[in-house]
Nanobody
Framework: QVQLVESGGGLVQAGGSLRLSCRTS????????MGWYRQAPGKQRELVAR???????DYADSVKGRFTISRDNAKNTVYLQMNSLKPEDTAVYYC?????????????WGQGTQVTVSS
């Protein structure tokens, strides 16, 4: 079982920055991949950024060059630094943990944090 606690959302003007945090209940080293997803009203949840246990990072094309995913292993925390925010970045952002177990794969989700970017 993995519990994820997100923080850092809020209201910001276009061009501004926010940093989201996701603290896990277990060692990040034991989690195969962690990611940030977002869901805007009326839209499907989409991957924003992901980092594997080996440190490989992937980003959605829409955020490349503006968002950075990172982790603090000692704090069991993953961050999403969001710069040059745009109104279209407005969404609920969810932290995700992916575990590869011997007989199945498991996904865990945080409760979500609202990010609102005003124009």
């Amino acid at each position: 079982q993995v519990q994820l606690v997100e923080s850092g959302g809020g209201l910001v003007q276009a061009g501004g920055s926010l940093r989201l945090s996701c603290r896990t209940s277990r060692s990040i080293f034991s989690i195969n991949a962690m990611g940030w997803y977002r869901q805007a009203p009326g839209k499907q949840r989409e991957l924003v950024a992901r980092i594997t246990s080996g440190g490989k990072m992937d980003y959605a094309d829409s955020v490349k060059g503006r968002f950075t995913i990172s982790r603090d292993n000692a704090k069991n925390t993953v961050y999403l630094q969001m710069n040059s925010l745009k109104p279209e970045d407005t969404a609920v952002y969810y932290c995700n943990a992916f575990l590869e177990l011997p007989t199945r794969n498991v996904l865990y989700w945080g409760q979500g944090t609202q990010v609102t970017v005003s124009s």
